[in-house]
């Protein structure tokens, strides 16, 4: 089992930054690829971005490609997203999730073994 516990979310105005968290327990956190999903009230939930679990490779959705980036420290079992230039199209309930093998950055959804329970981001305009 890997826990993950996600923060960082709050309310901002548009073009502001937040960084969001994920804090990982459970099994060896450089097993796995992390990634970052949100899900906007009526809407399905959609791949935001993703690393692999040696940080070699990251996938972003094209909506924020240059103003999101993900990273990953596992000497400290963490994931951030790096959010700047923020939209109010960016408001919703973000997740971080794990997926094994973490050879690959992939954006679906359905590969993701594990979820945390989501951070809310507002983004006012």
């Known amino acids: 089992q890997v826990q993950l516990v996600e923060s960082g979310g709050g309310l901002v105005q548009a073009g502001g930054s937040l960084r969001l968290s994920c804090a990982a327990s459970?099994?060896?956190?450089?097993?796995?690829?992390m990634g970052w999903f949100r899900q906007a009230p009526g809407k399905e939930r959609e791949f935001v971005a993703a690393i692999t679990l040696n940080g070699a490779i990251r996938n972003y959705a094209d909506s924020v490609k240059g103003r999101f980036t993900i990273s990953r420290d596992n000497g400290k079992n963490m994931a951030y997203l790096q959010m700047n230039n923020l939209k109010p199209e960016d408001t919703a309930v973000y997740y971080c999730?794990?997926?094994?093998?973490?050879?690959?950055?992939?954006?679906?959804?359905?590969?993701?073994?594990?979820w945390g329970q989501g951070t809310q981001v507002s983004v006012s305009s």
């Open positions: 459970g099994r060896t956190f450089s097993n796995y690829a």
């Open positions: 999730a794990a997926k094994s093998p973490g050879y690959s950055a992939s954006g679906a959804p359905q590969f993701y073994n594990y």
